[in-house]
Nanobody, 122 residues
Framework: QVQLVESGGGLVQAGGSLRLSCAAS????????MSWFRQAPGKEREFVAA????????DYADSVKGRFTISRDNGKRTLYLQMNNLKPEDTAHYYC???????????????WGQGTQVTVSS
């Protein structure tokens, strides 16, 4: 069982930056693929970024490539998402998720957090 708790969301102006964190419980964090998803009002949840348990292999949605960076600290059992050059269209509720197997952009994850809200004003 893995419990995930996101933090770091907030209100920021366009062009600004935020760093999201996702703290995980459980001693097996280092063996999970971790990802960030987001859901805007009236839209389906969408993939943002993922990182393999090896902390090297990553994947990004085209909409965030070059602006967002996913990373993890297995010793601290924490996942991060550094978001730079934020745009109003990045406004959404951001969720972290964990799965026992490899990276996927689908919603096929075993554990989900409650999410944190990111609002970008124009």
């Amino acid at each position: 069982q893995v419990q995930l708790v996101e933090s770091g969301g907030g209100l920021v102006q366009a062009g600004g930056s935020l760093r999201l964190s996702c703290a995980a419980s459980g001693r097996t964090f280092s063996s999970y693929t971790m990802s960030w998803f987001r859901q805007a009002p009236g839209k389906e949840r969408e993939f943002v970024a993922a990182i393999h348990w090896n902390a090297v292999t990553t994947d990004y949605a085209d909409s965030v490539k070059g602006r967002f960076t996913i990373s993890r600290d297995n010793g601290k059992r924490t996942l991060y998402l550094q978001m730079n050059n934020l745009k109003p269209e990045d406004t959404a509720h951001y969720y972290c998720a964990a799965r026992r197997t490899g990276i996927t952009q689908s919603n096929d994850y075993d554990y989900w957090g409650q999410g944190t809200q990111v609002t970008v004003s124009s």
